[in-house]
């Protein structure tokens, strides 16, 4: 069994590291920690399976050392590293496209806790990384949707309203407001 998917016995005096380490491995997101040069010094298992490279092929690497972010996201991600080695940022959400080792592209949200020195320097960045692929992918067809709507919408002669009974809102088109010449509070 592998140190990742060890369990433990109630009889066993478990070290808070042994318990620490098998919650980043086990745990919903990928664990990534960078240095204060941004070189990778944890890559967990879940960051394994999720971009594909082993974790002893890029210990040690900086980001640009292989194809893990695309060229377009690189300005993107400088400025994201400029703010937090100047500022005193303790805590960044970001979100960016990575690539995978095969090349597939993945939207990711990346929750990253900056742990500074006593003066403030950067010291290292802890990622808690996840995959928001699919997420982005409905939010885009739910715009594509909305859009389509509106344009429909624009085109009709019809006046449009709709009530939701249940939350007492109403939403009247514009033109269903200028059929009956009068404007109201869509809400």
Not at 67 to 90: A, R, Y
Not at 156 to 164: A, C, H, L, Q, V
Request: net charge negative; hydrophobic share 35%.
């Amino acid at each position: 069994m592998s140190e990742a998917n060890k369990t433990f016995s109630l009889e066993s005096n478990i070290s808070p590291n042994a318990i620490l380490e098998y919650h980043l491995n086990n745990g919903p997101f990928a664990i990534i920690e960078w240095d204060k040069a941004f070189r990778i010094t944890r890559w967990s298992q879940k960051a394994e399976e999720l971009f594909g490279w082993k974790s002893q092929d890029v210990l040690g690497l900086h980001f640009n050392d292989f194809n893990f972010i695309p060229k377009e996201e690189i300005k993107h991600i400088q400025h994201f590293i400029d703010e937090i080695s100047i500022g005193d940022l303790l805590v960044k959400i970001l979100e960016n496209q990575n690539s995978t080792k095969d090349g597939k592209i993945l939207h990711c949200r990346w929750h990253n806790s900056i742990l500074r020195d006593e003066t403030g320097r950067m010291l290292s960045v802890f990622s808690m990384v996840e995959d928001i692929s699919e997420l982005k992918s409905v939010h885009e067809n739910l715009r594509k949707s909305e859009e389509r709507y509106q344009l429909a919408l624009a085109g009709s002669k019809d006046g449009i309203w709709e009530w939701d009974i249940e939350k007492d809102l109403a939403y009247f088109s514009p033109r269903c407001q200028e059929m009956v010449g009068e404007e109201f509070d869509s809400r």
